[in-house]
Protein backbone atom coordinates (compact mmCIF):
# COMPACT_ATOMS: atom_id res chain seq x y z
CA UNK A 1 0.00 0.00 0.00
CA UNK A 2 1.23 3.50 -1.01
CA UNK A 3 0.28 6.41 -2.05
CA UNK A 4 1.97 10.12 -4.01
CA UNK A 5 2.39 13.16 -2.07
CA UNK A 6 2.78 16.48 -3.81
CA UNK A 7 4.45 19.54 -3.17
CA UNK A 8 3.34 22.58 -4.77
CA UNK A 9 5.66 25.35 -4.31
CA UNK A 10 5.87 28.81 -5.88
CA UNK A 11 9.48 27.56 -7.07
CA UNK A 12 9.11 23.89 -7.98
CA UNK A 13 6.26 20.47 -7.72
CA UNK A 14 7.55 17.73 -5.72
CA UNK A 15 6.20 14.49 -5.76
CA UNK A 16 7.34 11.39 -3.96
CA UNK A 17 5.53 7.90 -3.92
CA UNK A 18 5.29 7.08 0.32
CA UNK A 19 4.89 4.14 1.44
CA UNK A 20 2.84 3.56 4.88
CA UNK A 21 5.27 4.20 7.21
CA UNK A 22 6.38 7.53 5.60
CA UNK A 23 9.34 6.43 3.68
CA UNK A 24 9.74 8.06 0.73
CA UNK A 25 10.16 5.53 -2.21
CA UNK A 26 10.56 7.34 -5.33
CA UNK A 27 10.83 11.28 -5.72
CA UNK A 28 10.23 13.23 -9.43
CA UNK A 29 9.70 17.31 -9.69
CA UNK A 30 9.44 19.74 -12.31
CA UNK A 31 9.63 24.04 -12.10
CA UNK A 32 6.02 25.28 -11.36
CA UNK A 33 5.05 27.07 -14.59
CA UNK A 34 3.52 29.52 -12.61
CA UNK A 35 2.82 31.07 -16.09
CA UNK A 36 1.31 28.55 -17.82
CA UNK A 37 -1.92 29.12 -15.04
CA UNK A 38 -3.68 26.27 -13.41
CA UNK A 39 -4.28 23.74 -16.21
CA UNK A 40 -0.73 23.51 -16.90
CA UNK A 41 0.13 23.12 -13.86
CA UNK A 42 -2.51 20.11 -12.79
CA UNK A 43 -0.96 18.43 -15.89
CA UNK A 44 2.40 18.62 -14.67
CA UNK A 45 1.43 16.65 -11.63
CA UNK A 46 -0.34 14.27 -13.12
CA UNK A 47 2.20 13.65 -15.79
CA UNK A 48 4.87 13.52 -12.46
CA UNK A 49 2.12 10.86 -11.11
CA UNK A 50 2.03 8.77 -14.03
CA UNK A 51 6.07 8.98 -14.45
CA UNK A 52 6.25 7.37 -10.64
CA UNK A 53 3.29 4.90 -10.75
CA UNK A 54 0.55 2.87 -12.51
CA UNK A 55 -2.57 5.09 -12.10
CA UNK A 56 -4.37 2.00 -12.36
CA UNK A 57 -2.52 -0.15 -9.38
CA UNK A 58 -4.81 -1.38 -6.39
CA UNK A 59 -2.18 -0.91 -4.01
CA UNK A 60 -1.65 2.86 -5.30
CA UNK A 61 -4.40 4.34 -2.46
CA UNK A 62 -4.61 8.05 -3.15
CA UNK A 63 -2.84 11.11 -3.81
CA UNK A 64 -2.45 13.94 -1.07
CA UNK A 65 -1.14 17.71 -1.68
CA UNK A 66 -0.02 20.05 0.13
CA UNK A 67 -0.57 23.71 -1.11
CA UNK A 68 0.19 27.20 -0.11
CA UNK A 69 -2.43 29.77 -0.24
CA UNK A 70 -6.25 30.00 1.21
CA UNK A 71 -7.44 26.31 0.72
CA UNK A 72 -11.01 24.76 1.30
CA UNK A 73 -10.00 20.98 2.09
CA UNK A 74 -13.44 19.81 2.16
CA UNK A 75 -14.10 20.56 -1.92
CA UNK A 76 -10.56 20.18 -2.57
CA UNK A 77 -10.15 23.62 -4.06
CA UNK A 78 -7.82 26.19 -3.97
CA UNK A 79 -9.70 29.80 -2.84
CA UNK A 80 -6.86 31.99 -3.48
CA UNK A 81 -2.81 31.38 -3.86
CA UNK A 82 -1.18 34.45 -4.42
CA UNK A 83 2.34 33.27 -5.52
CA UNK A 84 0.83 30.77 -8.11
CA UNK A 85 -1.49 33.72 -9.10
CA UNK A 86 -4.40 31.33 -8.23
CA UNK A 87 -7.98 32.22 -7.43
CA UNK A 88 -10.99 29.35 -7.39
CA UNK A 89 -8.60 26.54 -8.87
CA UNK A 90 -10.45 23.28 -8.77
CA UNK A 91 -7.67 21.13 -8.02
CA UNK A 92 -9.35 17.92 -6.54
CA UNK A 93 -11.66 17.90 -9.33
CA UNK A 94 -9.10 18.94 -12.04
CA UNK A 95 -6.58 16.08 -11.40
CA UNK A 96 -9.28 13.81 -10.96
CA UNK A 97 -9.93 14.08 -14.68
CA UNK A 98 -6.37 12.71 -15.45
CA UNK A 99 -6.40 9.98 -12.33
CA UNK A 100 -8.91 7.99 -10.75
CA UNK A 101 -7.74 8.28 -7.27
CA UNK A 102 -9.16 9.40 -3.79
CA UNK A 103 -7.21 12.93 -3.56
CA UNK A 104 -7.58 15.37 -1.12
CA UNK A 105 -5.84 18.49 -0.59
CA UNK A 106 -4.50 20.93 2.65
CA UNK A 107 -2.95 24.21 3.18
CA UNK A 108 0.78 23.62 3.30
CA UNK A 109 1.82 24.53 6.73
CA UNK A 110 -1.24 22.16 7.95
CA UNK A 111 0.18 19.29 6.03
CA UNK A 112 4.02 19.67 7.24
CA UNK A 113 1.93 19.37 10.90
CA UNK A 114 0.79 16.68 9.72
CA UNK A 115 3.76 15.35 8.23
CA UNK A 116 5.80 15.86 11.57
CA UNK A 117 3.22 14.24 13.79
CA UNK A 118 2.30 11.21 11.33
CA UNK A 119 6.09 10.46 10.61
CA UNK A 120 8.58 13.06 11.91
CA UNK A 121 9.52 14.06 14.87
CA UNK A 122 6.34 14.49 16.75
CA UNK A 123 5.47 10.89 15.61
CA UNK A 124 5.38 9.39 19.62
CA UNK A 125 2.58 12.23 20.47
CA UNK A 126 -1.36 12.58 18.73
CA UNK A 127 -2.08 15.98 19.81
CA UNK A 128 0.40 18.54 18.51
CA UNK A 129 0.79 22.23 17.21
CA UNK A 130 3.28 23.18 14.76
CA UNK A 131 4.49 26.56 13.93
CA UNK A 132 6.72 27.27 10.91
CA UNK A 133 8.81 30.47 11.85
CA UNK A 134 9.50 31.72 7.98
CA UNK A 135 9.26 34.40 6.00
CA UNK A 136 5.08 34.43 7.65
CA UNK A 137 4.13 32.53 10.35
CA UNK A 138 2.77 29.06 9.48
CA UNK A 139 0.67 26.52 11.79
CA UNK A 140 -0.91 23.36 11.62
CA UNK A 141 -3.35 21.69 14.54
CA UNK A 142 -2.76 17.48 14.76
CA UNK A 143 -5.30 16.47 17.04
CA UNK A 144 -6.12 12.30 18.29
CA UNK A 145 -3.38 12.36 14.90
CA UNK A 146 -6.02 14.38 12.54
CA UNK A 147 -5.32 17.33 11.03
CA UNK A 148 -7.64 20.23 12.57
CA UNK A 149 -8.54 22.42 9.72
CA UNK A 150 -11.75 24.15 11.13
CA UNK A 151 -14.71 25.39 8.56
CA UNK A 152 -13.94 25.05 5.04
CA UNK A 153 -10.25 24.22 5.95
CA UNK A 154 -9.68 27.54 6.76
CA UNK A 155 -8.24 27.15 10.64
CA UNK A 156 -5.46 26.90 11.78
CA UNK A 157 -4.00 30.02 10.99
CA UNK A 158 -1.91 30.56 13.60
CA UNK A 159 0.38 33.08 12.89
CA UNK A 160 -2.72 35.60 12.79
CA UNK A 161 -3.70 35.15 16.56
CA UNK A 162 -2.91 39.01 17.42
CA UNK A 163 -0.76 39.29 20.56
CA UNK A 164 -0.83 42.96 20.68
CA UNK A 165 -3.59 44.46 20.23
CA UNK A 166 -2.79 47.57 17.96
CA UNK A 167 0.31 46.20 17.17
CA UNK A 168 2.82 46.14 14.81
CA UNK A 169 0.79 45.99 11.16
CA UNK A 170 0.72 42.50 9.72
CA UNK A 171 0.39 41.56 6.09
CA UNK A 172 -3.12 40.62 7.01
CA UNK A 173 -4.50 43.34 7.50
CA UNK A 174 -4.76 43.16 11.55
CA UNK A 175 -2.53 44.68 13.90
CA UNK A 176 -0.03 42.66 16.10
CA UNK A 177 -0.15 39.38 14.86
CA UNK A 178 1.90 36.46 16.19
CA UNK A 179 3.69 36.78 12.62
CA UNK A 180 4.30 40.38 12.73
CA UNK A 181 6.73 39.25 15.78
CA UNK A 182 8.03 35.85 15.20
CA UNK A 183 8.34 35.06 11.84
CA UNK A 184 12.10 35.66 10.52
CA UNK A 185 10.98 38.57 8.75
CA UNK A 186 10.00 40.42 12.07
CA UNK A 187 13.65 39.34 13.76
CA UNK A 188 15.54 40.91 11.17
CA UNK A 189 13.15 44.18 11.40
CA UNK A 190 13.76 44.00 14.82
CA UNK A 191 17.61 43.49 14.56
CA UNK A 192 17.91 46.27 12.30
CA UNK A 193 16.09 48.55 14.24
CA UNK A 194 18.39 47.26 17.47
CA UNK A 195 21.58 47.98 15.03
CA UNK A 196 20.33 51.37 14.37
CA UNK A 197 19.97 52.43 17.78
CA UNK A 198 23.07 50.76 18.94
CA UNK A 199 25.81 51.59 16.24
CA UNK A 200 28.89 49.82 18.76
CA UNK A 201 26.73 45.97 18.47
CA UNK A 202 29.12 43.93 17.12
CA UNK A 203 26.14 42.83 14.92
CA UNK A 204 27.56 45.08 12.72
CA UNK A 205 30.69 43.15 12.36
CA UNK A 206 28.64 40.54 11.03
CA UNK A 207 26.37 42.35 8.98
CA UNK A 208 28.30 45.60 7.91
CA UNK A 209 25.12 46.36 6.08
CA UNK A 210 21.55 46.45 6.77
CA UNK A 211 21.02 44.32 4.21
CA UNK A 212 23.41 41.99 4.97
CA UNK A 213 21.18 41.12 8.47
CA UNK A 214 19.17 37.81 8.35
CA UNK A 215 17.73 35.64 11.02
CA UNK A 216 21.00 34.32 12.20
CA UNK A 217 22.23 38.11 13.17
CA UNK A 218 21.01 38.44 16.09
CA UNK A 219 21.36 34.44 17.32
CA UNK A 220 24.76 34.62 16.00
CA UNK A 221 26.29 37.72 18.17
CA UNK A 222 23.84 37.34 21.24
CA UNK A 223 25.72 34.13 21.77
CA UNK A 224 28.85 36.04 22.06
CA UNK A 225 27.43 38.24 24.31
CA UNK A 226 26.50 41.81 22.70
CA UNK A 227 24.08 42.84 24.76
CA UNK A 228 21.80 44.66 21.68
CA UNK A 229 21.27 41.30 19.90
CA UNK A 230 20.81 39.78 23.69
CA UNK A 231 17.66 42.25 23.74
CA UNK A 232 16.62 41.08 20.05
CA UNK A 233 16.94 37.69 21.08
CA UNK A 234 14.83 38.02 24.12
CA UNK A 235 12.55 40.18 22.66
CA UNK A 236 12.10 37.22 20.10
CA UNK A 237 11.94 34.41 22.31
CA UNK A 238 9.07 36.28 24.82
CA UNK A 239 7.10 36.83 21.80
CA UNK A 240 7.30 32.83 20.88
CA UNK A 241 7.31 32.08 23.76
CA UNK A 242 3.96 34.39 24.67
CA UNK A 243 2.17 32.32 21.31
CA UNK A 244 3.35 29.24 22.50
CA UNK A 245 1.75 29.44 26.21
CA UNK A 246 -1.89 31.02 24.39
CA UNK A 247 -1.70 27.41 22.17
CA UNK A 248 -0.92 25.66 25.19
CA UNK A 249 -3.84 26.84 27.14
CA UNK A 250 -6.35 26.74 24.30
CA UNK A 251 -5.35 23.34 23.04
CA UNK A 252 -3.15 21.88 25.89
CA UNK A 253 -1.02 19.84 23.26
CA UNK A 254 1.46 17.01 24.86
CA UNK A 255 4.14 18.84 22.00
CA UNK A 256 4.35 21.91 20.40
CA UNK A 257 6.95 21.74 16.93
CA UNK A 258 8.90 24.45 15.75
CA UNK A 259 9.86 24.70 11.83
CA UNK A 260 11.44 26.66 9.27
CA UNK A 261 14.37 28.80 9.32
CA UNK A 262 14.87 30.22 12.82
CA UNK A 263 14.59 26.72 13.78
CA UNK A 264 18.32 26.33 12.38
CA UNK A 265 19.49 27.98 16.35
CA UNK A 266 18.49 24.45 17.54
CA UNK A 267 18.94 23.85 21.22
CA UNK A 268 19.99 27.37 22.15
CA UNK A 269 16.40 28.80 20.73
CA UNK A 270 14.41 25.69 22.43
CA UNK A 271 16.44 25.86 25.83
CA UNK A 272 15.67 29.31 25.89
CA UNK A 273 12.01 28.59 24.95
CA UNK A 274 11.48 25.75 27.41
CA UNK A 275 13.08 28.24 29.87
CA UNK A 276 10.54 30.74 29.24
CA UNK A 277 7.44 28.50 29.39
CA UNK A 278 8.65 26.31 32.31
CA UNK A 279 9.12 29.66 34.36
CA UNK A 280 5.23 30.50 33.73
CA UNK A 281 4.21 26.64 34.43
CA UNK A 282 3.23 26.10 30.47
CA UNK A 283 0.18 27.85 31.16
CA UNK A 284 -0.74 28.18 34.25
CA UNK A 285 0.07 26.42 37.53
CA UNK A 286 -0.85 22.70 37.45
CA UNK A 287 -1.29 22.47 33.86
CA UNK A 288 0.91 19.29 32.23
CA UNK A 289 3.99 20.48 30.79
CA UNK A 290 4.56 20.20 26.76
CA UNK A 291 7.94 18.65 24.78
CA UNK A 292 8.83 21.45 22.35
CA UNK A 293 10.56 20.45 19.38
CA UNK A 294 12.42 21.38 16.12
CA UNK A 295 10.74 19.71 13.20
CA UNK A 296 12.71 17.25 10.72
CA UNK A 297 11.39 16.11 7.99
CA UNK A 298 12.94 19.21 6.39
CA UNK A 299 12.75 19.01 2.54
CA UNK A 300 10.37 16.40 2.48
CA UNK A 301 8.10 17.51 5.03
CA UNK A 302 5.93 18.77 2.14
CA UNK A 303 5.52 15.25 0.12
CA UNK A 304 5.58 13.68 3.52
CA UNK A 305 2.63 15.40 5.16
CA UNK A 306 0.88 15.55 1.57
CA UNK A 307 1.10 11.80 1.35
CA UNK A 308 0.21 11.69 5.25
CA UNK A 309 -3.18 13.08 4.07
CA UNK A 310 -4.19 9.69 2.61
CA UNK A 311 -2.08 7.61 4.94
CA UNK A 312 -3.54 8.84 8.00
CA UNK B 1 -33.31 6.67 27.58
CA UNK B 2 -32.53 9.86 29.81
CA UNK B 3 -28.94 10.59 32.30
CA UNK B 4 -28.60 13.09 35.12
CA UNK B 5 -26.58 16.32 34.46
CA UNK B 6 -25.20 17.64 37.60
CA UNK B 7 -24.16 21.28 37.91
CA UNK B 8 -21.64 21.66 40.98
CA UNK B 9 -21.33 25.51 41.94
CA UNK B 10 -19.92 27.24 44.92
CA UNK B 11 -23.55 27.69 45.96
CA UNK B 12 -25.96 24.62 45.06
CA UNK B 13 -25.92 21.81 43.38
CA UNK B 14 -28.26 21.32 40.88
CA UNK B 15 -29.28 17.94 39.68
CA UNK B 16 -31.72 17.60 36.92
CA UNK B 17 -32.91 14.03 34.48
CA UNK B 18 -32.07 15.05 30.81
CA UNK B 19 -33.98 13.31 27.94
CA UNK B 20 -32.21 12.80 25.07
CA UNK B 21 -33.52 15.39 23.33
CA UNK B 22 -32.06 18.03 25.90
CA UNK B 23 -35.22 18.48 27.92
CA UNK B 24 -35.22 18.23 31.89
CA UNK B 25 -37.94 16.31 33.27
CA UNK B 26 -37.78 16.52 37.06
CA UNK B 27 -34.89 18.82 38.92
CA UNK B 28 -33.58 18.62 42.44
CA UNK B 29 -30.66 20.97 44.33
CA UNK B 30 -29.01 20.95 47.94
CA UNK B 31 -27.26 23.88 49.15
CA UNK B 32 -22.97 23.10 48.32
CA UNK B 33 -21.81 21.75 52.09
CA UNK B 34 -18.25 23.35 50.94
CA UNK B 35 -16.91 23.19 54.77
CA UNK B 36 -18.45 19.38 55.09
CA UNK B 37 -15.57 18.34 52.01
CA UNK B 38 -15.57 16.23 48.96
CA UNK B 39 -17.12 13.34 50.46
CA UNK B 40 -19.75 14.92 51.86
CA UNK B 41 -20.68 16.85 48.58
CA UNK B 42 -20.15 13.51 46.80
CA UNK B 43 -22.76 11.98 49.05
CA UNK B 44 -25.16 14.90 48.58
CA UNK B 45 -24.87 14.26 44.84
CA UNK B 46 -26.01 10.33 45.30
CA UNK B 47 -28.50 11.08 46.90
CA UNK B 48 -29.88 13.55 44.64
CA UNK B 49 -29.64 10.86 41.69
CA UNK B 50 -31.54 8.43 43.84
CA UNK B 51 -34.02 10.92 44.51
CA UNK B 52 -34.73 11.40 41.14
CA UNK B 53 -33.95 8.13 39.09
CA UNK B 54 -33.97 4.63 40.23
CA UNK B 55 -29.90 3.80 39.54
CA UNK B 56 -31.22 0.14 38.03
CA UNK B 57 -33.36 1.11 35.61
CA UNK B 58 -32.24 0.53 31.89
CA UNK B 59 -33.66 3.75 30.69
CA UNK B 60 -30.94 5.33 32.95
CA UNK B 61 -27.55 5.96 30.63
CA UNK B 62 -25.06 7.75 32.51
CA UNK B 63 -24.25 10.79 34.82
CA UNK B 64 -22.85 13.50 33.63
CA UNK B 65 -21.03 16.65 35.98
CA UNK B 66 -20.11 20.28 35.32
CA UNK B 67 -17.56 21.37 37.77
CA UNK B 68 -15.33 24.80 38.10
CA UNK B 69 -11.93 24.16 38.16
CA UNK B 70 -9.33 22.20 36.76
CA UNK B 71 -10.25 18.62 35.56
CA UNK B 72 -9.10 16.09 34.44
CA UNK B 73 -11.88 14.96 32.35
CA UNK B 74 -9.99 11.83 31.01
CA UNK B 75 -9.97 10.56 34.81
CA UNK B 76 -12.75 12.40 36.55
CA UNK B 77 -11.03 13.82 38.92
CA UNK B 78 -11.06 17.47 40.04
CA UNK B 79 -7.21 18.59 40.41
CA UNK B 80 -8.31 21.48 41.89
CA UNK B 81 -11.26 24.02 42.15
CA UNK B 82 -10.52 26.90 44.63
CA UNK B 83 -13.84 27.90 45.43
CA UNK B 84 -14.73 24.18 46.34
CA UNK B 85 -12.04 23.91 48.39
CA UNK B 86 -10.92 20.33 46.63
CA UNK B 87 -7.68 19.31 45.30
CA UNK B 88 -6.87 16.11 43.90
CA UNK B 89 -10.69 14.73 44.48
CA UNK B 90 -11.54 11.66 42.54
CA UNK B 91 -15.24 12.90 41.85
CA UNK B 92 -16.02 9.88 39.54
CA UNK B 93 -14.57 7.09 41.39
CA UNK B 94 -16.12 8.26 44.60
CA UNK B 95 -19.33 9.07 42.75
CA UNK B 96 -19.23 5.58 41.08
CA UNK B 97 -19.20 3.99 44.56
CA UNK B 98 -22.89 5.10 44.98
CA UNK B 99 -23.88 4.70 41.54
CA UNK B 100 -23.23 2.29 38.53
CA UNK B 101 -23.88 3.89 35.67
CA UNK B 102 -20.66 5.86 33.44
CA UNK B 103 -19.83 8.70 35.35
CA UNK B 104 -18.16 11.92 32.74
CA UNK B 105 -16.88 15.35 34.40
CA UNK B 106 -15.86 17.98 32.64
CA UNK B 107 -14.64 21.64 33.14
CA UNK B 108 -18.11 23.94 33.85
CA UNK B 109 -17.20 26.17 31.29
CA UNK B 110 -17.17 23.52 28.95
CA UNK B 111 -19.98 21.93 29.57
CA UNK B 112 -21.78 24.95 29.07
CA UNK B 113 -20.59 25.67 25.24
CA UNK B 114 -21.67 21.51 24.97
CA UNK B 115 -24.78 22.30 26.23
CA UNK B 116 -25.16 25.37 24.03
CA UNK B 117 -24.23 23.45 20.70
CA UNK B 118 -26.46 20.10 21.45
CA UNK B 119 -29.02 22.08 22.41
CA UNK B 120 -29.20 25.67 22.54
CA UNK B 121 -28.56 28.44 20.57
CA UNK B 122 -25.78 26.54 18.46
CA UNK B 123 -27.98 23.68 17.90
CA UNK B 124 -27.74 23.95 13.87
CA UNK B 125 -24.49 23.83 14.10
CA UNK B 126 -21.60 21.46 14.31
CA UNK B 127 -18.76 23.32 15.01
CA UNK B 128 -18.46 26.07 17.78
CA UNK B 129 -17.11 28.72 20.27
CA UNK B 130 -18.11 29.73 23.29
CA UNK B 131 -17.10 32.50 25.61
CA UNK B 132 -18.51 33.16 29.22
CA UNK B 133 -18.10 36.60 29.91
CA UNK B 134 -18.58 36.79 33.91
CA UNK B 135 -16.17 37.51 36.63
CA UNK B 136 -13.48 35.72 34.47
CA UNK B 137 -13.86 34.69 31.06
CA UNK B 138 -14.67 30.73 30.57
CA UNK B 139 -14.32 28.94 27.58
CA UNK B 140 -15.37 25.42 25.16
CA UNK B 141 -14.66 24.16 22.21
CA UNK B 142 -16.98 21.79 20.17
CA UNK B 143 -15.64 20.10 16.85
CA UNK B 144 -18.07 18.37 15.00
CA UNK B 145 -20.76 18.24 17.63
CA UNK B 146 -18.05 17.00 20.10
CA UNK B 147 -15.92 19.09 23.05
CA UNK B 148 -12.79 19.48 22.95
CA UNK B 149 -11.08 19.58 26.01
CA UNK B 150 -6.85 19.31 25.09
CA UNK B 151 -4.53 16.83 26.76
CA UNK B 152 -5.92 16.24 30.51
CA UNK B 153 -9.09 17.68 29.68
CA UNK B 154 -6.93 21.41 30.03
CA UNK B 155 -7.41 22.63 26.87
CA UNK B 156 -10.00 25.34 26.31
CA UNK B 157 -9.22 28.14 28.78
CA UNK B 158 -9.69 30.80 26.54
CA UNK B 159 -9.98 33.57 28.47
CA UNK B 160 -6.04 32.92 29.17
CA UNK B 161 -4.80 33.80 25.89
CA UNK B 162 -2.59 37.15 25.88
CA UNK B 163 -3.99 39.28 23.76
CA UNK B 164 -1.75 42.23 24.79
CA UNK B 165 2.17 40.89 26.16
CA UNK B 166 2.93 42.91 29.22
CA UNK B 167 -1.03 43.96 29.25
CA UNK B 168 -3.01 43.95 32.52
CA UNK B 169 -2.17 41.46 35.20
CA UNK B 170 -4.25 38.52 34.89
CA UNK B 171 -5.74 36.16 38.17
CA UNK B 172 -3.39 33.14 36.09
CA UNK B 173 -0.43 35.28 36.81
CA UNK B 174 0.21 36.06 33.26
CA UNK B 175 -0.05 39.67 31.74
CA UNK B 176 -2.60 40.77 28.85
CA UNK B 177 -5.18 37.71 28.50
CA UNK B 178 -8.38 38.15 26.98
CA UNK B 179 -10.00 37.77 30.63
CA UNK B 180 -8.03 40.62 32.11
CA UNK B 181 -9.67 42.76 29.16
CA UNK B 182 -13.03 40.98 28.32
CA UNK B 183 -14.74 39.72 31.82
CA UNK B 184 -17.58 41.79 33.44
CA UNK B 185 -14.58 42.34 36.41
CA UNK B 186 -12.42 44.20 33.60
CA UNK B 187 -15.27 45.84 32.36
CA UNK B 188 -16.14 47.37 36.03
CA UNK B 189 -12.50 48.04 35.93
CA UNK B 190 -12.59 50.54 33.02
CA UNK B 191 -15.89 51.86 33.50
CA UNK B 192 -14.64 53.11 37.00
CA UNK B 193 -11.31 54.45 35.54
CA UNK B 194 -13.24 56.16 33.13
CA UNK B 195 -15.31 57.82 35.47
CA UNK B 196 -12.36 59.00 37.57
CA UNK B 197 -11.07 60.82 34.53
CA UNK B 198 -14.23 62.51 33.37
CA UNK B 199 -16.20 63.88 36.37
CA UNK B 200 -18.79 65.05 34.25
CA UNK B 201 -19.56 61.71 32.73
CA UNK B 202 -23.09 60.88 33.48
CA UNK B 203 -22.01 57.20 34.54
CA UNK B 204 -22.19 59.30 37.64
CA UNK B 205 -26.04 59.82 37.82
CA UNK B 206 -26.00 56.09 37.32
CA UNK B 207 -23.42 55.34 39.62
CA UNK B 208 -23.23 58.08 42.55
CA UNK B 209 -20.30 55.62 43.88
CA UNK B 210 -17.80 54.00 42.18
CA UNK B 211 -18.87 50.65 44.37
CA UNK B 212 -22.20 50.70 42.53
CA UNK B 213 -20.87 50.53 39.41
CA UNK B 214 -21.19 47.50 37.89
CA UNK B 215 -20.82 45.17 33.77
CA UNK B 216 -24.40 47.76 32.75
CA UNK B 217 -23.00 51.26 34.03
CA UNK B 218 -20.91 51.82 30.62
CA UNK B 219 -23.38 50.14 28.53
CA UNK B 220 -26.50 52.09 29.63
CA UNK B 221 -24.91 55.45 29.36
CA UNK B 222 -23.15 54.96 26.16
CA UNK B 223 -26.98 54.16 25.01
CA UNK B 224 -27.91 57.96 26.26
CA UNK B 225 -24.49 59.03 24.29
CA UNK B 226 -22.12 59.69 27.14
CA UNK B 227 -18.77 60.13 25.66
CA UNK B 228 -16.76 58.44 28.52
CA UNK B 229 -19.08 55.84 28.32
CA UNK B 230 -19.50 55.23 24.65
CA UNK B 231 -15.06 54.93 24.67
CA UNK B 232 -15.30 52.36 27.20
CA UNK B 233 -17.80 50.22 25.44
CA UNK B 234 -15.72 50.97 22.49
CA UNK B 235 -12.81 49.51 23.92
CA UNK B 236 -14.41 46.63 24.97
CA UNK B 237 -15.65 45.69 21.85
CA UNK B 238 -12.12 46.29 20.31
CA UNK B 239 -10.75 43.37 22.80
CA UNK B 240 -13.66 41.36 22.92
CA UNK B 241 -13.79 41.41 19.27
CA UNK B 242 -9.86 40.87 18.33
CA UNK B 243 -10.01 37.83 21.20
CA UNK B 244 -12.85 36.43 18.68
CA UNK B 245 -11.50 37.34 15.50
CA UNK B 246 -8.08 35.03 17.06
CA UNK B 247 -10.15 32.28 17.78
CA UNK B 248 -12.12 32.53 14.43
CA UNK B 249 -8.40 32.44 12.23
CA UNK B 250 -7.48 29.21 14.22
CA UNK B 251 -11.11 27.21 15.30
CA UNK B 252 -12.89 28.86 12.04
CA UNK B 253 -16.19 27.95 13.61
CA UNK B 254 -19.25 28.37 12.00
CA UNK B 255 -20.37 30.36 15.28
CA UNK B 256 -19.70 31.96 18.67
CA UNK B 257 -21.57 31.85 21.38
CA UNK B 258 -21.12 34.24 24.20
CA UNK B 259 -22.74 33.78 27.79
CA UNK B 260 -22.70 35.60 31.20
CA UNK B 261 -23.57 38.78 32.54
CA UNK B 262 -22.28 41.01 29.72
CA UNK B 263 -24.81 39.09 26.81
CA UNK B 264 -28.04 40.67 28.83
CA UNK B 265 -26.89 43.96 26.53
CA UNK B 266 -28.32 41.56 23.62
CA UNK B 267 -28.45 43.17 19.87
CA UNK B 268 -26.61 45.98 21.59
CA UNK B 269 -23.62 44.12 22.25
CA UNK B 270 -23.72 41.76 19.19
CA UNK B 271 -24.35 44.39 16.87
CA UNK B 272 -21.11 46.35 17.55
CA UNK B 273 -19.45 42.77 17.67
CA UNK B 274 -20.69 42.01 14.27
CA UNK B 275 -19.55 45.24 12.73
CA UNK B 276 -16.23 44.61 14.81
CA UNK B 277 -15.67 41.75 12.97
CA UNK B 278 -17.45 41.94 9.65
CA UNK B 279 -15.00 45.32 9.15
CA UNK B 280 -12.22 42.98 9.43
CA UNK B 281 -13.30 40.22 7.44
CA UNK B 282 -14.40 37.71 9.95
CA UNK B 283 -10.16 37.40 10.49
CA UNK B 284 -9.05 38.30 7.51
CA UNK B 285 -9.93 38.57 3.68
CA UNK B 286 -11.77 35.63 1.71
CA UNK B 287 -12.65 34.01 5.36
CA UNK B 288 -16.34 32.96 5.70
CA UNK B 289 -17.95 34.41 8.24
CA UNK B 290 -19.24 33.07 11.67
CA UNK B 291 -22.65 33.80 13.14
CA UNK B 292 -22.30 35.63 16.62
CA UNK B 293 -24.94 34.31 19.32
CA UNK B 294 -26.44 34.73 22.89
CA UNK B 295 -26.79 31.75 24.78
CA UNK B 296 -29.60 31.30 25.69
CA UNK B 297 -30.22 28.30 28.20
CA UNK B 298 -29.73 30.27 31.25
CA UNK B 299 -29.90 29.29 34.45
CA UNK B 300 -30.14 25.67 33.31
CA UNK B 301 -27.13 25.47 31.15
CA UNK B 302 -25.06 23.46 33.57
CA UNK B 303 -27.58 20.69 33.83
CA UNK B 304 -28.38 20.53 30.16
CA UNK B 305 -24.48 20.52 29.20
CA UNK B 306 -23.49 17.88 31.83
CA UNK B 307 -26.05 16.17 30.22
CA UNK B 308 -24.74 16.37 27.36
CA UNK B 309 -21.17 15.10 28.27
CA UNK B 310 -23.44 11.32 28.65
CA UNK B 311 -26.20 11.75 25.41
CA UNK B 312 -23.70 13.32 22.52
Chains 1, 2 share one sequence.
Not at 68 to 91: F, H, K, Q
Not at 113 to 133: H, I, K, P
Not at 168 to 195: P, V
Not at 222 to 237: E, H, L, M, P, T
Request: net charge negative; charged share 25%; proline share 2%.
Amino acid sequence: MYCVGIDIGGMSVKAGVVDKDGNIIKKGRVVTDVAGGAQKIVDDVAGLVKDLVDPDDRDFVGIGIGCPGAINSSTGTVDRAYNLNWENVSLAEMLARHINKPIRVSNDANVAALGETAFGVGRMYSDTVMLTLGTGVGGGIVIDNKLYEGNEGKGGELGHMVLVVDGERCSCGRRGCMEAYCSASALIRDTKKAMQADKSSAMWKTSPRLDDVDGKTAFECSKKGDKAAIAVVDNYIKFLGEGMLNFANIFRPQAIILGGGVCAQGDYLIDKLKDYCKERFYGFEGMPRFDILVAQLGNDAGIIGAAALILN
